[in-house]
């Protein structure tokens, strides 16, 4: 500071700021709202799945503390004179994926649906500036004037809103970065900076390891309902997709069944003894899934219902003795009702045992 000059007293400018400040702050807090509300809503039409998208008008009292931050080049002066202009980050979104990949769909989505006023990735600024962290990009965003001229986006015309995006492993480091006592590399020592590096490194591979198993999965799931299109089903494992496509190859499809039920079913399949779809398929070939259904409940049942009771003809008392509810008196007796029901009009039952050696040939 040069000799006679009053000092700035930044006390009194970070006061003058938050008044001003607290005027806005209900504002940010619908623009940040509307922007968080566009990006939820083009994230389900564009079917993208997140973890989470969260939004908040800045906090006051952080508003405060960033208005009265000196500047980089005049220790006597603010970094921002004119806070409320200056500071872009009073109204923010942040979108949280699960894999990194998630991340580019988000970037073509933000850029069809907002006026991109300013992309920045946080690595490289980290980088440059040796701090420790872990990445994520910002933008500032501006609603298009396609949105903007309607009624209810027309008071946030102007307004910029900022909008992180990020991974759950890059959110998970910035959340306790905040604890980190030091930000420095130059000003920690070299044993905990390896160290840091080395997490940031983790973090890095873990996010990219993620995603190679999402793929891989992925192309698994491809895969096996490929081969049920075509009628190769040794050696395809049961997993909920796959069961879904042999049934609905076979049974015919039902919407109302959820995820949750081909989840269960799958996890009754394995309790039962069987290890691929072909072992289903030779288990319940020789059943009629109507016949069972009108001669257990007197009309057809849904998709997964007809199939347990395919099962039930298939395995008999094995289906009893291995089903997870076993003990239960009213699944065992209604089951036991169906088995005497199935013999009594002819219908072969407990042939099949999926831990038997010849099931597979």
């Keep these: 500071m040069d000799a006679g000059k009053t000092p700035f007293d930044f006390s009194a400018h970070e006061k003058v700021s938050v008044a001003e400040y607290l005027k806005r702050h209900d504002f940010y807090g619908d623009l940040a709202t509307v922007v968080s509300r566009i990006i939820e809503e083009c994230l389900n039409r564009r079917e993208i799945k997140v973890h989470s998208v969260q939004h908040r008008a800045k906090d006051p009292s952080s508003f405060g503390r960033k208005a009265s931050i000196p500047s980089e080049t005049d220790s006597n002066s603010p970094k921002y004179p004119r806070p409320l202009e200056q500071i872009t980050d009073l109204a923010g979104v942040r979108v949280i994926a699960h894999f990194p990949a998630t991340l580019s769909a988000i970037d073509q989505l933000l850029n069809d649906e907002f006026e991109i006023i300013e992309r920045s990735d946080k690595s490289e600024e980290l980088l440059e500036e040796e701090r420790f962290g872990y990445q994520s990009v910002h933008y ?14 027309n008071r946030f015309a102007a307004s910029i809103a900022e909008v992180q995006v990020r991974t759950i492993l890059q959110h998970a480091w910035a959340e306790i970065e905040h604890d ?11 044993e905990i900076r390896r160290r840091f590096m080395a997490l940031a490194g983790m973090l890095e591979i873990a996010d990219r390891e993620f995603q190679e198993i999402q793929d891989a999965n992925k192309e698994l799931e491809a895969k096996a309902i490929r081969s049920v299109r075509k009628d190769e089903l040794l050696g395809v494992e049961i997993t909920p997709q796959s069961l879904k496509a042999f049934l609905e190859k076979r049974l015919g499809p039902d919407g109302r069944i959820s995820d949750w039920n081909y989840d269960w079913t799958v996890r009754l399949l394995k309790r039962l003894g069987f290890r691929d ?85």
């Design 140 to 153: 500032l965003v501006r609603i298009k004037h396609e949105r903007s001229h309607l009624a209810e986006y």
């Design 180 to 190: 980190i006592q030091y930000k420095s590399a130059n000003a920690i020592p070299a």
């Design 277 to 361: 779809l072909l072992q289903i398929e030779r288990a319940v070939s020789r059943f009629n899934d109507d016949q069972l259904s009108n001669l257990a409940w007197g009309a057809r049942q849904g998709q997964i219902a007809r199939f347990e009771l395919m099962l039930l003809a298939a395995l008999g008392e094995r289906y009893l003795e291995r089903h997870p509810w076993r003990g239960q008196s009213w699944i065992d007796e209604r089951n036991q009702e169906f088995l005497k029901r199935f013999k009594a009009s002819g219908i072969p039952v407990g042939e099949f045992d999926p831990l038997s050696q010849t099931a597979t040939l």
